[in-house]
């Protein structure tokens, strides 16, 4: 009999050292909410490392990303690129160049990136290409949708990351059958709802906006939609679909919708009128967003982050995708894929009572930051 040779354990890239300087890289508005968890993290953990907020400039105007900073806790960037927004190849590119001339400049010792916008991958194949370790959180989501922007990103960024932070056990499972070292990968929970919990008093006190309750909207008396990908929006005919839908369905009850810059830029541009019994709002902060959602019925929504949210809240979500990178929330059973047809007799099942609560997610407890900054306590300690 042959007797194979147990292999060692692959463990992640050290940290270097001296330590310095950690670097969490903001791109887009999506991104705050879940760095900032980290951020309020690193004070008790007591590591020898100086967060710097760092922003790409993907998201640049206030109303998506300045106006946020104030009430999630966060300083202004200490290192801002200005890299606007463009198609994918320009984003992705503009950004590489800009934060290898920066880290060329001002070496941090780990940079963490969230999520997966286009700023997001940029950030982590400029550091990996300077041999500086990377921590993905929010690591081990996929939708099955090969082609979809965030699909590709996402896959990348888990693909050079030294660090993986994933938000629940079962995409934590996913990057080790992918190959993960295990010591690289940690299920640290939802940022998100760390965010939420820290903020859900101060949403709830917010009064409505006075364009709401001057026409006579209340709390519990409104549904929310949100609606931004470019699955749902780039396309003329499912974006006039989709308003039809959500036409019949504001038949049963109000809804509100705070649109989207994408959005309204595509409405413009096919000409497509706003249905009856939508409300309309610009962009809003992430304090008065969660206020909304807060004193909401229900939720229609294309954001991964929004079903996230409705999950932590027990608010009906009817995500309006063909599949979902967050498959816990489903099985969490208050959110369910819907197709814009059905949409409005699911809007009258959800007002009916016919809709599920959600069930408690493991790990999604408010904890995600200090566990993510025990884990960096590990590998420095390595």
């Given at each position: ?22 670097h969490l ?8 909410p879940?760095?900032?968890?980290l ?24 109303a ?8 999630l ?41 969230a ?11 400029a ?6 370790p ?8 996929r ?77 519990g ?28 369905a ?9 649109v ?15 249905p009856?019994?939508?409300?309309a ?28 949210e ?7 979500c ?7 990178e ?33 069930r ?6 408010g ?8 884990h ?5 300690a390595?």
């Amino acid at each position: 009999m042959t007797l194979l040779t147990p292999q060692p354990t692959p463990q992640p890239t050290p940290l270097p050292t001296p330590l310095g300087e950690l670097h969490l890289v903001a791109a887009a508005r999506p991104n705050l909410p879940k760095l900032a968890a980290l951020w309020h993290a690193l004070p008790a953990s007591r590591l020898p490392l100086r967060p710097v907020l760092l922003h790409t400039g993907q998201h640049q105007d206030p109303a998506m990303f300045g106006d946020h900073l104030a009430e999630l806790g966060l300083p202004a960037p200490e290192i801002a690129l200005g890299v606007p927004g463009g198609n994918h190849a320009e984003t992705t590119g503009r950004t590489m160049m800009a934060l290898h001339a920066a880290w060329a400049r001002r070496r941090p010792a780990l940079v963490v990136v969230a999520g997966d916008v286009d700023g997001s991958l940029a950030a982590a194949l400029a550091a990996r290409k300077l041999g500086l370790p990377v921590a993905h959180l929010e690591a081990g989501l996929r939708g099955g949708e090969a082609d979809m922007p965030e699909e590709i990103n996402r896959r990348a960024i888990d693909a050079v990351a030294t660090l993986l932070w994933a938000p629940d056990e079962g995409s934590a499972a996913r990057l080790l059958a992918e190959g993960a070292a295990p010591a690289a990968v940690r299920a640290v929970g939802n940022a998100m709802i760390d965010t939420l919990r820290r903020n859900l008093a101060a949403a709830r006190a917010r009064p409505l906006p006075e364009e709401l309750a001057s026409k006579g909207l209340a709390p519990g008396g409104y549904g929310l939609v949100t609606l931004h990908r470019a699955g749902n929006v780039d396309d003329p005919a499912r974006l006039a679909a989709l308003l039809r839908a959500l036409g019949a369905a504001a038949a049963h009850l109000p809804l509100v919708w705070p649109v989207h810059p994408r959005s309204a830029a595509r409405m413009a541009a096919a000409r497509l009128a706003l249905p009856p019994g939508l409300h309309a709002l610009p962009p809003q902060s992430y304090l008065a967003f969660l206020g909304l959602l807060a004193g909401a019925r229900l939720v229609a929504t294309d954001s991964g982050g929004v079903q996230e949210e409705a999950t932590a809240l027990d608010l009906p979500c009817l995500t309006l995708r063909p599949s979902t990178e967050r498959p816990v929330t489903l099985k969490a059973g208050s959110s369910r894929l819907v197709t814009p047809e059905a949409l409005p007799a699911a809007v009258a099942a959800a007002l009916a009572g016919d809709w599920p609560r959600a069930r408690p997610i493991p790990l999604w407890d408010g904890g995600a930051g200090p566990r993510m900054a025990a884990h960096l306590a590990e590998v420095l300690a390595a």
